[in-house]
């Protein structure tokens, strides 16, 4: 979940108010930054991070939201490279706000679509990854890229689907739990995924979210590259991580972006370094 999106949330009164709601309750933060980005020494327990090193020694806890059958979808964007490291997606690459993690070699997602991890990328870099894509598609993807897809979740039933985290936390409705669902893909052309399916809204606004093969559970943070190992971010966040790298459709991605969805959505989002330090994490059980 980008930052971008919450800087711009908190200029409105009524829904900076809702987020606060769901932000740690930090004073000296506040007094030191103005609250919506604390000093990490006083933050909640943060995200993205390796699922696979479940040391986290952070003094404040929640508990894990429900889980999405039971929570209403507010919001779906994806961030180029995956934020998370998992036992799928494991080599770091990329740079700057991109810098994130790739589908590891001859990994075979649920279809059984054997890939090698090493796409040919987006030779536009950095630049065209915060941009519209000039054909109508998504900004700053290319066959072979990784994507992390965030599908988030509110307990706000009476949320909508719409941009940004301000479509979690509607007027009138005090300290929702989010749950973010993240699903990590390998974006090829022809690939067995539709994206236009798996982002589909059924009736009541549900969607047919895409099962987890190998899922780890953990309390953190929302994400994205305003985030640092200094300032961190406030809001309290479930995650569901599914550490399997799936093949996507390329040209289904690049649809969805076409397609003016709900979500405001037609570029990646950037990426907040993995947080290692145990501190800044909750524990995996």
């Given at each position: ?263 405001g959505e037609d570029h990646a989002h950037g990426v907040r370094k993995l947080v290692a330090d145990p501190k800044f994490l909750s524990p995996i059980k």
């Amino acid at each position: 979940m980008t930052g971008l999106a919450i800087s711009s949330l908190i200029r409105s009164s009524v829904v900076g108010a809702a987020l606060a709601a769901i932000a740690v309750s930090a004073p000296v933060a506040a007094k030191e930054s103005g609250g919506d980005k604390p000093m990490c020494s006083v933050a909640g327990p943060q995200s993205p991070r390796d699922v696979t090193a479940k040391a986290g020694v952070n003094p404040t806890k929640f508990s894990l939201a429900p889980e999405a059958g039971a929570m209403q979808l507010c919001n779906i964007h994806f961030h180029k490279n995956a934020e998370h490291k998992a036992k799928g997606y494991t080599k770091l690459t990329g740079e700057g706000d991109h810098q994130g993690y790739v589908c590891s070699p001859a990994e075979k997602d649920h279809k059984g679509m054997q890939h090698d991890g090493h796409g040919k990328g987006n030779a536009h870099g950095k630049a065209e990854a915060h941009g519209k894509a000039a054909d109508g598609g998504c900004g700053g993807i290319a066959d072979g890229d990784t994507i992390e897809v965030h599908w988030v979740f509110t307990s706000c039933l009476t949320a909508k689907p719409g941009k940004g985290l301000g479509s979690c936390v509607p007027a009138g409705c005090g300290n929702p739990q989010l749950r973010v669902e993240a699903r990590t893909f390998l974006l090829k052309k022809g690939a067995p995924l539709d994206f236009m399916k798996l982002t589909a809204l059924e009736d009541n606004d549900l969607v047919s979210l895409l099962p987890a093969n190998d899922r780890v559970q953990y309390t953190g943070s929302t994400t994205g590259p305003s985030y640092t190992n200094e300032h961190c971010s406030p809001y309290q966040v479930s995650w569901s991580v599914d550490q399997t790298c799936h093949s996507l459709d390329l040209a289904s991605v690049n649809k969805w972006c076409a397609s003016g969805n709900v979500f405001g959505e037609d570029h990646a989002h950037g990426v907040r370094k993995l947080v290692a330090d145990p501190k800044f994490l909750s524990p995996i059980k």
